[in-house]
């Protein structure tokens, strides 16, 4: 059994091959039963497990720990790890780092969605949060994107400055802000990761023809952008089930009757199984929008893909 370590895993997950795999492997069938949620302290803390699998491959269960009062002590709030079995025999094949391999596999999908949906002439990237996965969505994009500039949204400007420094250490070349209005009058393309409970996103201040990646927002009483939004914009996302049980300003829009289930034009393999002309961009002024709150079969084709780069 292997032990794949935080650098490791960001050392065999490239962006560009990683968003191809991500792209192949959703087009397979993938078994994933609902995850299960523990409550061990009787607080806030939480524990999530999400298994996924291939009959016959492999097997892949993440185990997710939640303890908001790490922030207060200067530890990470989220971390996970990721257990590899062999379908064939039951072995345990790996254990990896399950933190990195999310923060991975959640920019490249928020990239690869951008990549069905935004317009292909898109250059300018507005990524807004500060956290973990801010550097990773920028880094996504610039993988196959040919971007002409990267804006880090932030309310506390010095948060964005440390994402853009950290982006300059690898070579990426970004802005920091704290001018919200300003970001999405000039963005092709939005990325938004934050934990907002209150939408910050106005309609009216999202331009025509942008695609908005939400990635945050990942209960119901969350919301990045506003979900008056919705109406008029062509809505994606990675999973159906997941999104209409967890998506923040997916279910208030619904719930308000804004929108009605069968506007979640496709879900993320939908999307890249269809050759019809009808799904994704119809037009350079249309409003594209990806939510994702994440599902276990992201997770398992991310572990093939390292898998596979291990063995070669």
């Known amino acids: 059994m292997q032990f794949i370590v935080k650098d490791e895993v960001a050392r065999l997950t490239p962006y560009g091959p990683l968003i191809q795999a991500l792209a192949k492997g959703l087009r397979e069938p993938i078994e994933s039963p609902p995850r299960s949620f523990f409550n061990p302290n009787h607080d806030a803390s939480s524990v999530l497990i999400m298994?996924?699998?291939?009959?016959?491959?492999?097997?892949?269960?993440?185990?997710?720990?939640?303890?908001?009062d790490n922030n207060a002590k200067g530890k990470p709030a989220v971390s996970a790890v990721y257990i590899v079995n062999s379908c064939e025999d039951g072995t345990p094949l790996a254990v990896i780092d399950g933190t990195e391999l999310t923060l991975r596999r959640t920019a490249a999908v928020c990239a690869l969605a951008a990549q069905l949906l935004a317009r292909p002439t898109s250059k300018k990237l507005a990524v807004l949060g500060t956290g973990a996965l801010s550097?990773?969505?920028?880094?996504?994009h610039q993988s196959v994107f040919d971007l002409s500039e990267i804006a880090i949204w932030g309310r506390q400007l010095d948060k964005a400055q440390a994402v853009v420094d950290g982006l300059a250490q690898i070579g990426i070349s970004a802005r920091a802000t704290t001018d919200l209005q300003g970001t999405l009058a000039g963005a092709d393309m939005v990325a938004a990761a934050t934990t907002a409970t209150q939408p910050f996103i106005r309609r009216e201040w999202v331009q025509p023809g942008t695609h908005l990646g939400l990635m945050g927002a990942f209960t119901a009483n969350m919301a990045e952008a506003e979900p008056a939004l919705l109406p008029h914009a062509r809505l994606y996302v990675d999973s159906r089930e997941a999104v209409l049980q967890k998506g923040g300003e997916v279910l208030q829009a619904l719930r308000s009757g804004l929108i009605v289930?069968?506007?979640?034009?496709?879900?993320?393999?939908?999307?890249?199984?269809?050759?019809?002309?009808?799904?994704?961009?119809?037009?350079?002024?249309?409003?594209?929008?990806?939510?994702?709150?994440?599902?276990?079969?992201?997770?398992?084709?991310?572990?093939?893909?390292?898998?596979?780069?291990?063995?070669?």
């Open 135 to 140: 550097k990773h969505l920028a880094m996504a």
């Open 261 to 312: 289930e069968t506007d979640l034009r496709a879900e993320l393999a939908e999307l890249l199984a269809s050759s019809q002309p009808t799904v994704g961009r119809l037009s350079e002024q249309g409003t594209t929008v990806f939510k994702s709150v994440g599902f276990a079969a992201l997770d398992l084709v991310a572990a093939e893909y390292l898998m596979d780069s291990l063995a070669k």
């Open 51 to 68: 298994p996924a699998w291939r009959p016959g491959r492999i097997m892949g269960t993440k185990i997710v720990s939640i303890w908001p």
